[in-house]
C-alpha cells in the first residue's frame, strides 16, 4: 500500500497550490482521508480531513476559507486545493488514510511560501 504525495513547490504569498495523494494497493473508498503539515522545528499538525462518503469535512482553524479538500474516488486520490497561501502555511505536507486496524502516510511533499 502507498500514498504518493505531489503538487508541492515553490510560491509567493497569495498563490495557490493543489496537492494530490494517490493510494496503490489498495482503496480507501470506506475509509477517511486527510492532510496533515510538519513545517521545520515544528511538530505535524492536523490540516484536513474528509469522511469516506466525501459528506463531512473538517478544517484546522489556520486554513479554515483557504483551504479545500475533495477525493476522487474513481482515482483513489484525495486532494488539498490551497488558495491565499501565506508565509506560514511552509512546511512538509503528508496525506494519510485511516482504516480501522491502520493509519497509512504518504511520504510528504514540501509547500514554500514566499512573502
Known amino acids: 500500500v502507498q500514498l504518493q504525495a505531489s503538487g508541492g513547490g515553490l510560491v509567493q504569498a497569495g498563490d495557490s497550490l493543489r496537492l494530490s495523494c494517490a493510494a496503490s494497493g489498495r482503496t480507501f473508498s470506506n475509509n477517511g482521508m486527510g492532510w496533515f503539515r510538519q513545517a521545520p522545528g515544528k511538530e505535524r499538525e492536523f490540516v484536513a480531513a474528509?469522511?469516506?462518503?466525501?459528506?463531512?469535512?473538517n478544517y484546522a482553524d489556520s486554513v479554515k476559507g483557504r483551504f479545500t479538500i475533495s477525493r476522487d474516488y474513481a482515482k483513489n486520490t484525495v486532494f488539498l486545493q490551497m488558495n491565499s497561501l501565506k508565509p506560514e502555511d511552509t512546511a512538509v505536507y503528508y496525506c494519510?488514510?485511516?482504516?480501522?486496524?491502520?493509519?497509512?502516510w504518504g511520504q510528504g511533499t514540501l509547500v514554500t511560501v514566499s512573502s
Open positions: 494519510n488514510a485511516v482504516t480501522i486496524r491502520n493509519t497509512y
Open positions: 474528509l469522511s469516506w462518503r466525501g459528506d463531512n469535512t
